[in-house]
């Protein structure tokens, strides 16, 4: 989409108006913050679970990754060269679902070793 942004002019002008209408509702800098400070509480909780059941019978490789995405939208959230894209708003949507479906994927591989 980014690359299209460049190329297109009704791509560019959807971005930039759909940018604007997320970043005015959904992603302002008090719900930005929220988002850091969640996603970096995730991440250091997923950290305490993968080293308390480290060794034991009950690991759960998949715990990792929701630490992943917790760093990949901390980083994104973080820096401002990210919020010039035009496709700010999407990639940082895609970042929160894939946290979510890691944790799901995480709690159901729990689920199934018991």
Do not use: Q
């Amino acid at each position: 989409m980014e690359k299209l942004a460049y190329k297109k002019a009704g791509v560019n002008h959807h971005l930039i108006f759909v940018k604007n209408r997320y970043m005015k509702t959904y992603f302002t800098d008090v719900n930005l913050k929220i988002i850091f400070v969640i996603s970096i509480i995730i991440g250091i909780v997923c950290i305490i679970l993968f080293l308390k059941n480290f060794r034991s019978k009950n690991y759960n490789p998949y715990i990792l990754n929701p630490v992943l995405w917790s760093f990949v939208i901390s980083v994104f959230v973080l820096f401002a060269g990210f919020k010039k894209m035009y496709a700010y708003p999407f990639f940082l949507m895609v970042l929160l679902i894939n946290m979510i479906v890691s944790i799901i994927i995480s709690y159901l591989h729990k689920k199934t070793i018991r």
